[in-house]
Structures are given as C-alpha cells and as structure tokens.
C-alpha cells in the first residue's frame, strides 16, 4: 500500500493550505490515519490523527488552527492549515494504520512527505 500525498507549498505567515492523502489499492479496512510533519534538524512528530470513528488528536501546536479530516469511504485523509506560521515549516507526511485485503494484520504505512514553507 502506497499513501499518496498532494498539497503543500509556499505561503505567508497567517496563510492557509490543505493536505491531502489517498491510501488506494487492495483494503480490508484501515484504522487510525493521520499527519506527522518532521522540521529540519528536528525529530517528526505528530501533528493530527483521527479515527475510523472520527476521534481526533492534535497536537497543541496546532490547535484551532489545522483540522483533520477524513472520508472512510475514498480512504482519503485531509489536513486544513489554517493561520500558518513560520514555525509550521516542515516536511508532513501522511499516515495510516491498514490492513490489506491480502493481510491478516494492520500495519503502518507512511506516504512520501509534502514539503510545507511558511516565509514570515
């Protein structure tokens, strides 16, 4: 399973942009999808994550400004930013816990990273 990742970009300070992550192919189901984001010299870390059920995680960084959001029916996972700041500057990269129609068990799957630059 390759997770596919769209968006990202250059912006301003105070901008928005939106991510976007398809996780197409052969699916049984899939569990817990989300957004990591890694700044250079720095280790990745969470940004957003949601559930099949729609229980949502964010990291306090980003409160009240990205929301995640998910469609279980196109297994896509999308990541509103809202109020950039400089500091958002990252490479993110989609996540998915799934399990394929040919696997007995769920496993991470990671997309290939959208480069995301807010200039001040």
């Known amino acids: 399973v390759q997770l596919q990742a769209s968006g990202g970009g250059l912006v301003q300070a105070g901008g928005s942009l939106r991510l976007s992550c398809a996780a197409p192919?052969?699916?049984?189901?899939?569990?817990?999808m989300g957004w990591y984001r890694q700044a250079p010299g720095k280790q990745r870390e969470l940004v957003a994550t949601i559930t099949g059920g729609g229980k949502i995680n964010n990291a306090d960084s980003v409160k009240g400004r990205f929301t995640i959001s998910r469609d279980n029916a196109k297994n896509t996972v999308d990541l509103q930013m809202n109020s950039l700041k400089p500091e958002d500057t990252a490479i993110y990269y989609c996540n998915a816990v799934i399990r394929p129609s040919w696997a007995r068990q769920y496993s991470g799957y990671w997309g290939q990273g959208t480069q995301v630059t807010v200039s001040s």
């Open positions: 192919g052969s699916i049984f189901s899939i569990n817990v």
